[in-house]
C-alpha cells in the first residue's frame, strides 16, 4: 500500500474530509480488501451498524415516449413509434394496489420526456392517487422536471411546487449519470445540463422536498470525472442537506445505440466504496442489486453499503438494457440475514417500519 492510500484509509476512517486528489488515487491505486475495511467502517459509523434496511416498492413507468435520446438507453421509444406508449389510469390503479397488497409503502414513479404531456396531466395523475391509495410517490427526476418546465413555460420552482400540491412528496435522483458536461454532451445532449441537474434538486431541497442522488457509472467517463460527480453531490449536500441516500449503479449496454461492455463487480465495489468514503455528509449509501445481482449486492454489505433500496416489484429501465435481476422480499430478507445483519424494512425517508 502507498503511502498516499495509508494515509487516504486513515484520514476517512478518523473523520478527515478526503480532498478529490485523495479520493481518485483511491480509484486508481487502492486494493479491495483495504478500501471494503475502511468503506466499512465509515458506513457502521455513519448508520446502525447492526441494521440493513430495504423498502417495499414498485418502478412504474409512466411512458416510454422520450424526445432525449440518450445513447445508453434501450427503454424509450420516439414519439409516433408503435411501440411508445401512455400508462392509463386503470393500469396504473392495478399497478399500485398490486404493490400495496405486498405491503409497498413507495411508488417510484418515472418516465420519458414526452413532448406532449402536459403538466396538468401528471398533477392529475398525482390526486388520483393521493386520492385513492396511502403511498409515499417518490417520481419524477430532474431531467423530467426540466423538461416540464421547458414544456409549459413555467419555473422549475412552479412546477415543483404544483407537483408537490398535487401529492409528490420526494424526486429520486435519477438523470444524474455522471455530472460532467463533457460526458453529458456526448452520452445525452438533448437531457438537462449538469447544472440545470443540480438546480432542480437545489429548489426541490429549499421548498422542501427530499430526494436522493445516483451515478450510473461504467461508460465513457474517466476515474477523475467519477469523483468530479462524487464533488458536486457532496458539495450541494453542504449547502441543503437534502440528499438521503446515494446510489452508485453501473452502466448497461445491451440494446443501446452506446453499445461497450459492462464494468465487472471489481470496479463496481472499488466505486461504491470511495463513493460511501467521500459523500461524508450523506448517511445511507445503496446497494444495486437491480445491475449487480444478489451475490455482488451482498458482498456491497460490506464495501460501504448499509441498504438494498427497493423491492421492485416491477423494473423495466434496466431490464430493457438485458440485465433482469429479481428478488422477492423473502429474498433480500435472506441476503441481508445470510451477511450476518438484521434485515429491516423502510419508509422512504429511512423510517424503520414497524415489523
Not at 495509508?6 to 487502492?30: I, M
Not at 441494521?51 to 409512466?62: A, E, K, L
Not at 438537462?192 to 429549499?206: D, G, I, S, Y
Not at 423491492?311 to 431490464?319: F, G, K, L, R
Amino acid at each position: 500500500m502507498s503511502s498516499a492510500v495509508e494515509h487516504a484509509l486513515g484520514a476517512a476512517v478518523e473523520k478527515e474530509r478526503l480532498s478529490t486528489d485523495e479520493a481518485l488515487v483511491l480509484l486508481e491505486q487502492a486494493d479491495l480488501p483495504s478500501l471494503a475495511a475502511a468503506a466499512h467502517a465509515v458506513r457502521c459509523r455513519m448508520a446502525d451498524e447492526r441494521v440493513v434496511t430495504y423498502v417495499v416498492d414498485r418502478n412504474i413507468n409512466s411512458t416510454n415516449v422520450c424526445v432525449s435520446g440518450c445513447r445508453f438507453c434501450a427503454f424509450y421509444r420516439e414519439p409516433g413509434d408503435p411501440s411508445g406508449y401512455v400508462l392509463s389510469l386503470d393500469e396504473l390503479d392495478r399497478k399500485i394496489e398490486e404493490t400495496v397488497a405486498l405491503g409497498g409503502t413507495q411508488i417510484l414513479m418515472q418516465g420519458g420526456l414526452h413532448p406532449e404531456l402536459r403538466l396538468e396531466f401528471f398533477e392529475d395523475m398525482l390526486r388520483h392517487i393521493k386520492a385513492n391509495f396511502s403511498v409515499h410517490v417518490h417520481s419524477f427526476s430532474p431531467p423530467e422536471i426540466v423538461h416540464f418546465a421547458r414544456l409549459n413555460e413555467m419555473s422549475v420552482e412552479t412546477v415543483l411546487r404544483r407537483l408537490r400540491e398535487a401529492g409528490l412528496d420526494s424526486l429520486p435522483g435519477g438523470g444524474a449519470e455522471v455530472l460532467v458536461e463533457r460526458v453529458r454532451r456526448s452520452l445525452s445532449p438533448r437531457k438537462c445540463t449538469t447544472q440545470e441537474w443540480l438546480e432542480v434538486m437545489r429548489t426541490a431541497h429549499v421548498l422542501p422536498m427530499p430526494t436522493t442522488a445516483t451515478m450510473m457509472f461504467g461508460h465513457i467517463e474517466t476515474l477523475a470525472e467519477r469523483v468530479e460527480h462524487l464533488e458536486r453531490i457532496r458539495a450541494l449536500q453542504d449547502e441543503t442537506g437534502g440528499f438521503t441516500a446515494f446510489i452508485p449503479w453501473t452502466y448497461q449496454p445491451a440494446n443501446t445505440a452506446l453499445g461497450g461492455r459492462a464494468v465487472g463487480g471489481h470496479d463496481y465495489l472499488r466505486t461504491l466504496a470511495v463513493s460511501r468514503l467521500f459523500l461524508d455528509n450523506v448517511r445511507n449509501v445503496q446497494a444495486s442489486w437491480v445491475t449487480q445481482g444478489a451475490k455482488i449486492a451482498s458482498v456491497a454489505l460490506f464495501f460501504g453499503a448499509n441498504d438494498l433500496g427497493g423491492t421492485m416489484i416491477e423494473e423495466n429501465v434496466v431490464a430493457a438494457a438485458g440485465t433482469s435481476y429479481s428478488m422477492s422480499i423473502e429474498e433480500i430478507r435472506a441476503l441481508i440475514e445470510d451477511a450476518g445483519f438484521e434485515p429491516r424494512q423502510r419508509t422512504t425517508l429511512y423510517k424503520l417500519v414497524e415489523a
